[in-house]
């Protein structure tokens, strides 16, 4: 059974830095992708950053691109979001998501497993 445990959340100021985590386990992800989305309230969820497990390709959101870097380890077999230069409008809570599959995807309803999802505030 795949789980996806998100940490490293919280309270920062605008312009702050944090590294979020996303522990898989249950499965060789060597062929799965790898998502994270966030969520606002009031708000439908939103991609943030995609890449494949095996690979070098990454997808990121217009609203992020030049701030945030997703990174996997594998021998940890843990997925990361950095985040630089936070704004207020990154607030959110942020969920990874996987899929068994070949190609990254932007798509929510194309990946399978999530997450419970991890807090971020930042304060202007």
């Known amino acids: 059974q795949v789980q996806l445990v998100e940490s490293g959340g919280g309270l920062v100021q605008a312009g702050d830095s944090l590294r979020l985590s996303c522990a898989a386990s249950?499965?060789?992800?060597?062929?799965?992708?790898m998502g994270w989305f966030r969520q606002a309230p009031g708000k439908e969820r939103e991609f943030v950053a995609a890449m494949r497990w095996s690979g070098s390709s990454t997808l990121y959101a217009d609203s992020v691109k030049g701030r945030f870097t997703i990174s996997r380890d594998n021998a940890k077999s843990t997925v990361y979001l950095k985040m630089n230069s936070l704004k207020p409008e990154d607030t959110a809570v942020y969920y990874c998501?996987?899929?068994?599959?070949?190609?990254?995807?932007?798509?929510?309803?194309?990946?399978?497993?999530w997450g419970q999802g991890t807090q971020v505030t930042v304060s202007s």
């Open positions: 249950g499965r060789t992800f060597s062929n799965y992708r």
């Open positions: 998501a996987a899929a068994p599959a070949v190609f990254i995807s932007r798509k929510a309803n194309e990946y399978d497993y």
